[in-house]
C-alpha cells in the first residue's frame, strides 16, 4: 500500500468525477512518484 499527500478536494461525487474525467496517466505517474509505503501492522 502506498499513500501522498492530499492532491485534491471535490464537494460532490459529480465535482469527483468530472476532476477524475481530466486524470492523466503523467499526473497518475507523478502521484507514484510522490508516494511513500505505508506500514500496515498486525491489531
Known amino acids: 500500500m502506498r499513500r501522498t499527500e492530499r492532491d485534491t478536494v471535490q464537494a460532490t461525487r459529480a465535482a469527483v468525477e468530472y476532476w477524475a474525467s ?22
Request: glycine share 10%; hydrophobic share 40%; net charge positive.
Open 22 to 43: 481530466g486524470v492523466t496517466s503523467i499526473y497518475l505517474q507523478g502521484a507514484l512518484n510522490r508516494s511513500r509505503p505505508v506500514r500496515i501492522s498486525a491489531a
